[in-house]
């Protein structure tokens, strides 16, 4: 079973930067993807940013530009740079893993990291 421990949360600034980081306690070279969710209050989670094995990167329009997802395979990490943080970014981020199947998926999260941007 993977495990997803997040850290690097915090309060900021509006135009401040913060960044994220999410240890698996397996190697994220055999998984297939890994991502980056957030969920603010009342709103439905949404995909952030996602890295493939590859390392082929994706990001939500709203971030594009500021955020940068990116792996170091050596310490089975995945990081969130987050530069230029805007109060509508506030919300709990969580790290995402996922092992896909021909027709099963697998998700594994984090529990979350608070994210707060004053403005």
């Known amino acids: 079973q993977v495990q997803l421990v997040e850290s690097g949360g915090g309060l900021v600034q509006a135009g401040g930067s913060l960044r994220l980081s999410c240890l698996s306690s397996g190697n994220i070279r055999s998984l297939n993807s890994m991502a980056w969710y957030r969920q603010a209050p009342g709103k439905q989670r949404e995909l952030v940013a996602g890295?493939?094995?590859?390392?082929?990167?994706n990001y939500a329009d709203s971030v594009k530009g500021r955020f940068t997802i990116s792996r170091d395979n050596a310490k089975n990490t995945v990081y969130l740079q987050m530069n230029s943080l805007k109060p509508e970014d506030t919300a709990v981020y969580y790290c995402n893993a996922v092992i896909t199947g021909p027709f099963t998926k697998y998700d594994f999260w984090g529990q979350g990291t608070q994210v707060t941007v004053s403005s």
């Open positions: 890295i493939v094995s590859g390392g082929n990167t």
